[in-house]
């Protein structure tokens, strides 16, 4: 019963920054990796940012140096700063975790959000 909610999207202009969060929630005894991804319309769904569970973080040529992802283990979030976004970011922003159940659960199952959508104008 893991749900993971995204939050913070919204509309913004070409130059301007969001910042996106999300958090998990349910039986949860420990959250490995954790991802965001994006799809824009008409296109597959792609991996920007990545953080692994020492803190540890990965992005795609399109968001390095503009992105930054983050994560709080004591509340069970992971953020993602945006920042001199153009409309090329304009997409649905998911975020996905890898969770544990319990001490046996050794590897995990990942969960996504629902997503939420950012719009940038130019």
């Known amino acids: 019963q893991v749900q993971l909610v995204e939050s913070g999207g919204g509309e913004v202009q070409s130059g301007g920054s969001l910042r996106l969060s999300c958090v998990a929630s349910?039986?949860?005894?420990?959250?490995?990796?954790m991802d965001w991804y994006r799809q824009a319309p008409g296109s597959q769904r792609d991996i920007i940012a990545t953080?692994?569970?020492?803190?540890?973080?990965n992005y795609a040529n399109s968001v390095k140096g503009r992105f930054t992802i983050s994560r709080d283990d004591a509340k069970n979030t992971v953020d993602l700063e945006m920042t001199s976004l153009n409309p090329e970011d304009t997409a649905v922003y998911y975020c996905?975790?890898?969770?544990?159940?319990?001490?046996?659960?050794?590897?995990?199952?990942?969960?996504w959000g629902k997503g939420t959508l950012v719009t940038v104008s130019a």
């Open positions: 996905c975790a890898k969770i544990h159940s319990g001490p046996e659960d050794r590897y995990g199952k990942d969960y």
């Open positions: 953080i692994s569970a020492t803190g540890f973080a």
């Open positions: 349910g039986s949860i005894f420990k959250i490995g990796a």
